[in-house]
């Protein structure tokens, strides 16, 4: 299965900054997914990343908060635009293939 | 659209017992299942999954699944659990794997698995 690599790993922002998480894969996917962890919860999709087109964004996050962009089969960012202390939460990228699901290591963020 | 449910957000037990974490799904198709593990602060790391076949699935760490398509479950078990067990546990759902195309994946609540001793 493929591997992610993301980055950071972990940040502290100020609230009202813009942070872009990175996703690079070791292999050519089709499907590329952005998820939320609040802390003690679950994981939420914000979005579907893909390839030439426009990002697919989920019930309640919108994509001037979230820009995405997915430029090759191998690489997406995902942008937290103008940030508060609400966004504070582990950020993942998720592709897909044959076997299933590979996940990003995440993205702890703190917003302050 | 499908959905998932682990009825229990937390389950303590004691190290060498045996333990059952549960996950229904809802789903109008076919679908995928998937037991992931969140050890504390780090990231998602798969334990099984079922795409189709044998309706009993095993997984790393000693841990099972059990599809079963009547009762729409997919409960996760193991005979004798370790303290280092004790992690988050996610059940999640998908309703179309097909190469490199996939439908999002949806995540139960998660069940939080304290083993002491």
């Known amino acids: 299965s493929a591997v992610i690599s993301q980055k950071p790993s972990r940040d502290i922002c100020q609230r009202g900054t813009s942070l872009t998480i990175q996703c690079q894969v070791d292999?050519?996917?089709?499907?590329m997914f952005w998820y939320r962890q609040q802390p003690g919860q679950s994981l939420t999709l914000i979005a579907t990343a893909n390839q030439g087109s426009e990002a697919t964004y989920e019930s309640g996050f919108v994509i001037d908060k979230f820009p995405i962009s997915r430029p090759n089969l191998t690489f997406s960012t995902l942008t937290v635009s103008n940030m508060s202390p609400e966004d504070s939460s582990i950020y993942l990228c998720?592709?897909?293939?044959?076997?299933?699901?590979?996940f990003g290591s995440g993205t702890r963020l703190t917003v302050v | 659209a499908q959905s998932v449910t682990q009825l229990d957000s937390q389950v303590p037990v004691f190290e060498e017992a045996p333990v059952e974490l549960r996950c229904n799904y809802s789903s109008s198709v076919s679908v995928y299942l998937f037991w992931y593990v969140q050890y504390p602060n780090q990231g998602l790391q798969l334990l099984l999954k079922?795409?189709?076949?044998?309706?009993l699935v095993k997984g790393i760490n000693g841990f099972e699944a059990e599809f079963n398509k009547s009762q729409t479950s997919f409960h996760l078990r193991k005979p004798s659990v370790h303290i280092s067990d004790t992690a988050e546990y996610f059940c999640?759902?998908?309703?179309?794997?097909?190469?490199?195309?996939?439908?999002?994946?949806?995540f139960g609540t998660g069940t939080r698995l304290q083993v002491t001793l």
């Open positions: 079922y795409l189709s076949g044998s309706t």
């Open positions: 292999s050519q996917v089709t499907m």
């Open positions: 999640a759902v998908s309703d179309f794997l097909c190469g490199g195309t996939a439908s999002k994946l949806t």
């Open positions: 998720s592709a897909s293939g044959p076997g299933g699901y590979t």
